[in-house]
């Protein structure tokens, strides 16, 4: 099993449509997750950090199911402005670095 | 902070010919990371930084991939001999810590072609 998976996608929905995206992982004993943006041709960039508990920040909601090991992303009242990559972040154990998905790719229509 | 820099922004080679990229990591982060994007693959870790020690480098590619530390504000990533398979966006990153509790900064990534 990959140590983190994505659907790639793409999703493409009306502006105002809510989208959710998930991501599995393989390593249980990972503590924290992130996911990340990237825009066409640009670097990744962090868009929320995904704690125990899940976190919401404005229309954006990130959550963890620790027992079935994915995290989720949910997108409300899309814009046109989220069309982008959407990429899952897990941490390695020990000394090992963040790990990244393949990404989901996220195109909003008019 | 200006973030996390990177040259060249492009770059154009011959196969066979030496590439060096380079980055300066953001002022007080003490990890430094080398990453290379390409469709097939993904978003792959090459090599990591602690204080200008490596400290992980099992995603170097091959004895073609070489990366240094020489001081706590600059970093090369040098492939040398560079072959077409190569071409990819490669992308410096820093951060306070490995598990990244904040998140990795990104440079603004270097893509090399090699024909």
């Known amino acids: 099993r990959k140590e983190v998976e994505q659907d790639p996608g793409p999703f493409n929905v009306p502006e105002g449509a809510t989208v959710a995206f998930n991501c599995t992982y393989s390593?249980?004993?990972?503590?924290?997750f992130f996911w990340y943006r990237q825009d066409c041709r640009k670097e990744p960039k962090l868009l929320m950090s995904?704690?125990?508990s899940g976190n919401e920040d404005g229309r954006f909601t990130a959550q963890l199911n620790r027992a079935s090991q994915y995290i989720s992303l949910l997108i409300r009242d899309s814009k046109l402005s989220d069309s982008a990559t959407y990429l899952c972040v897990v941490p390695g154990t020990g000394r090992r670095a963040l790990t990244f998905g393949s990404g989901t790719r996220l195109q909003v229509q008019p | 902070d200006a973030g996390v820099i990177q040259s060249p922004r492009h770059e154009v080679t011959e196969m066979g010919q030496e590439v060096t990229l380079r980055c300066k990591p953001i002022?007080?982060?003490?990890?430094l990371f080398w990453y290379r994007q390409t469709m097939m693959r993904g978003l792959e870790l090459l090599i990591y930084?602690?204080?200008?020690?490596?400290?992980?480098d099992s995603g170097m590619p091959e004895d073609r991939f070489s990366a240094k530390m020489p001081n706590a504000s600059f970093s090369t990533l040098k492939i040398q001999p560079s072959e077409p398979r190569d071409s990819a966006v490669y992308f410096c990153a820093s951060s306070r810590d490995v598990p990244g509790s904040y998140g990795y900064t990104f440079g603004s990534g270097t893509r090399l072609t090699v024909v």
């Open positions: 390593n249980s004993a990972s503590q924290s």
């Open positions: 002022s007080g982060h003490d990890y």
């Open positions: 930084f602690n204080n200008n020690v490596p400290i992980d």
């Open positions: 995904v704690y125990s």
